[in-house]
């Protein structure tokens, strides 16, 4: 059994960075992480998943995390991520969460210092739509 851990990427309330993660228990490590109770797979396609609290929207005071929901539209995924976000690599192939790589975190990380494009602008003021106060505060931003 691997005991060396895995590298994530957290994505929240702006502090964005590398952590371990826990290769025995990847669930309880990734749960801690992001404080929550259940996970949730936002799939970003390219060997790269993104997990996130299932109950984000439910809380007292909902927190959008707009790096993550931008990352996820970048790479197709039309989320509105709530609280927050960790990303780590996948195998497409067999489902085998595995360590982030330095290329992945570079684009992960590239993906939220970009401006987005027009369409991916879009496609996050349609998935905010429900949100007429957050879309209204992103349209103004973008």
Same mark, same amino acid.
């Given at each position: $059994?691997?005991?060396? &851990?895995?590298?994530?990427?957290?994505?929240?309330?702006?502090?964005?960075?590398?952590?371990?993660?826990? &290769?025995?228990?990847?669930?309880?490590?990734?749960?801690?992480?992001?404080? /929550? =109770?259940?996970?949730?797979? +936002?799939?970003?396609?390219?060997?790269?998943?993104?997990?996130?609290?299932?109950?984000?929207?439910? +809380?007292?005071?909902?927190?959008?995390?707009?790096?993550?929901?931008?990352? @996820?539209?970048? =790479?197709?995924?039309?989320?509105?991520?709530?609280?927050?976000?960790?990303? *780590?690599?996948?195998?497409?192939?067999?489902?085998?969460?595995?360590?982030?790589?330095?290329?992945? @975190? =570079?684009?992960?990380?590239?993906? $939220?210092?970009? /401006? &987005?494009?027009?369409?991916?602008?879009?496609? *996050?003021?349609?998935?905010?739509?429900?949100?007429?106060?957050?879309?209204?505060?992103?349209?103004? $931003?973008?």
């Amino acid at each position: $059994m691997n005991t060396t &851990p895995l590298t994530g990427m957290l994505i929240a309330d702006g502090r964005n960075g590398t952590v371990p993660i826990d &290769p025995t228990d990847h669930g309880a490590s990734i749960r801690h992480y992001l404080d /929550c =109770r259940l996970l949730d797979i +936002v799939a970003l396609g390219d060997g790269l998943d993104m997990f996130v609290d299932d109950e984000g929207l439910l +809380v007292d005071r909902p927190v959008l995390n707009l790096a993550a929901t931008i990352v @996820a539209h970048q =790479r197709g995924a039309r989320s509105a991520i709530f609280g927050k976000a960790l990303v *780590l690599g996948i195998d497409d192939d067999t489902g085998e969460t595995l360590t982030l790589t330095p290329e992945q @975190a =570079r684009s992960v990380q590239q993906l $939220m210092m970009h /401006c &987005p494009s027009e369409r991916v602008r879009e496609s *996050l003021l349609e998935t905010l739509a429900p949100f007429p106060g957050l879309a209204e505060r992103l349209r103004q $931003m973008l």
